[in-house]
């Protein structure tokens, strides 16, 4: 259990460490922890030494949140990694990086496996291949600990299973003997932070810390990073793109752009008064929730429809003379029993009406739903119980053999394109392989709607010879982008389809995806996290909780004026690029969960 003071932040422990044999590495507040000057990375490439970062310097004091942002390549991950002597064997750094007054640059190997995880930590982008999946993620904390101080392995099961309550992991005991594949996307970024939070360390770094969480749970944990800062005067180093945790949590923030410093300012200057044209690019390129609607405001009135305690969200109300481009009528999708595991309801009373033309939102946390409802409106999922219908056609219960006709009207763009285009094809074959298989288009006319498919997302028609990973990631979403629309569908199920992409090239996608809509006309399903990206582009919005659709209605009702207590919640969570609005809106949202706490 987690120890608090009388102002409810979380207490050094010293005590309790010391009895574990934990050494207490209290910083004083201001100290200088880290001072980097003139640091280059270069990589040998292609017989020749290609530059990612560029004399960079900047100094950071315990309790001290340094934000670097850019895009990628612009080298902010590559010159933080360094600190903790992670290039690979084609990289070189030279310049200096002392670390209270010790030399990280050209520190021997052994001397940074102390360093490593005991004085600096660092969570990753990328959990999944961060996390080793053959062992359990207790027994990986369990490893940090043990590595670094002389604790019993009882002292230590315990000291993991602390953590991992600390950063909200469903039933740590239970989780404790999980391996990282048996859990979502966001739990294992939460083991990534507790296994970095173990030993307490003076510097962290934090790339992309909270690229795969929701916003309620990205709340949570950026309260527990500014919690960490005054509990042990930690410095962090927070490498994102995403400009509403840099508001969030920066005092000061670096902007990088191809390998070197272009800004460098405190919060307030870089967010109210940039000078560098490419940081101003950059903020306008933010989606900032409700600034098409105004402030939220809880307690006003709204057209909303709400599912109350014992009532799911009735159908929303549409023109009977209109055939809706998707129609689900009080749907429940289970996932039947396998093994010892109970059969699970993904999802249940499902009552969602898109008209042809229409694009709706569909949000809520990891696990709450949306996928599934997602992959059984294109019949990737059975239905147990209502009905499904696409563009009149009731596909709830049809065969695989009356899904092919079905298959042309429908259309879906994943949330990682890497993973969903074939490596053993060039991008030109995929896009063309929907027309092949339901047109029967050869030779010629095939290369030309390929070209042509290929110009409708503002790629050169050079392009379709490439191989996927020859691209960005912006390029490979938009091959996923026209590789759905082949076929011109009525409907199109966007899956998380920005979720990975920098700011910029998101609002790239974000324009593209909005002309396409127009210039085809299909409806849409668009399913995310991102608050401000759903409010971008459209005109209702439906939130999920637990598999029901909690609250339904038009998107300026549903960000400015939302009924649900937890949609009130949710966007109370969602960090906004303004240092002073995003502090009301995370005391907005300690109100919310205190209300919520004395009422229950």
Known sequence: MTVTDESGKLKGLTAERLSRGVSDKKFVNGEMILEVKDLT???????????????????????????????????????????????PKNGRATGSAKLKGTELIGMSASRMREVRGNEISVIFQEPMTALNPVYTVGFQIVETLRTHFIMSPKAAKARAIELMTLVEIPDPVDSFDKYPHQLSGGQRQRIMIAQALACDPGLLVADEPTTALDVTVQAEILKLMRDLRHRVDAGIILITHDMGVVADMA????????????????????????????????????????KHSGDLEIGKPSNTLVMTEDTPVPLTP????????????????????????????????????????????LVGESGSGKTTVGRAAVALLPVREGRISVAGRDITHAKNRDLLPFRKSVGIVFQDPGSSLNPRLPVGESIGEPL??????????????????????????????????????????????ARALALTPKLLIADEPTSALDVSVQATVLRLFKDLQEQY????????????????????????????????????????????????????????????????????????????????
Request: hydrophobic share 40%; charged share 25%; net charge negative.
């Open 521 to 600: 006309g299909f409806a849409c399903l668009f399913i995310s996290h991102d608050l401000a990206v759903v409010e971008e582009v459209s005109s209702r919005i439906a939130v999920m909780r637990n598999g029901r659709l909690v609250e339904v209605g038009d998107s300026e009702d549903i960000v400015t004026r939302p009924q649900h207590p937890y949609t009130q919640r949710l966007l109370a969570a969602v960090p906004v690029p303004n240092p002073e609005e995003q502090k009301k809106r995370r005391e907005l949202r300690d109100a919310i969960i205190e209300r919520e706490h004395i009422v229950s």
């Open 436 to 481: 092949f298989l339901h047109e029967g288009l050869k030779g010629a006319e095939l290369g030309k709607r390929v070209e042509d498919l290929l110009e409708s997302v503002q790629l050169p028609r050079s392009m379709r010879n490439r191989f996927p990973h020859e691209l960005s990631g912006g390029q490979r979403q938009r091959i996923g982008i």
């Open 41 to 87: 990375v270069n990589f040998w490439v292609n017989d020749d030494w290609f530059t990612a970062a560029e004399n960079v310097s900047y100094t950071l004091r315990a309790g001290e949140v340094l934000a670097i942002v850019g895009e990628s390549g612009s080298g902010k991950t590559q010159s933080s990694m360094t600190l903790m002597g992670l290039l």
């Open 318 to 361: 549409g023109d009977a003379a209109i055939t809706p481009a998707l129609l689900l009528e009080d749907v429940a999708v289970v996932y039947p029993k396998q093994g010892r595991r109970p059969e699970f309801r993904a999802a249940e009373h499902i009552n969602l009406r898109i008209d042809p033309g229409e694009v709706v939102g």
């Open 251 to 290: 005092d000061r923030i670096i902007v990088m752009k191809d390998g070197k410093v272009v800004e460098h300012g405190t919060s307030e200057q870089i967010f109210y008064r940039p000078e560098h044209p490419y940081t101003r690019q950059l903020l306008g390129a933010v989606p900032h929730l409700g």
